[in-house]
């Protein structure tokens, strides 16, 4: 099982700081995704940047979420 995100920050480059519940933050990068399938709909920045939290992982307005184990195994530990 992952760990719950507990924290989201979008980047104008399209990567998000996460923070975890286990308190370790952790950096994913969302460019080598947008050119696939639903995450289409999040390549305009103004919708990118909506971002938020629900049940543990992150989405957004246009139908689009991570599964938490995407979230964990595709980022990376981000500096504190």
């Avoid at 975890?20 to 696939?36: A, H, N, Q």
């Amino acid at each position: 099982m992952s760990p719950a995100v507990c924290g989201v920050i979008p980047h104008d480059d399209f990567s998000l700081s996460i923070e975890l519940d286990t308190g370790e933050r952790r950096l994913l990068d969302m460019k080598p995704y947008l050119d696939f399938g639903v995450f289409k709909k999040i390549r305009d920045y103004e919708k990118f940047k909506k971002v938020r939290i629900a049940f543990d992982t992150i989405e957004w307005d246009e139908g689009v979420d991570l599964d938490p184990e995407f979230v964990f195994a595709k980022s990376k530990p981000a500096p504190l």
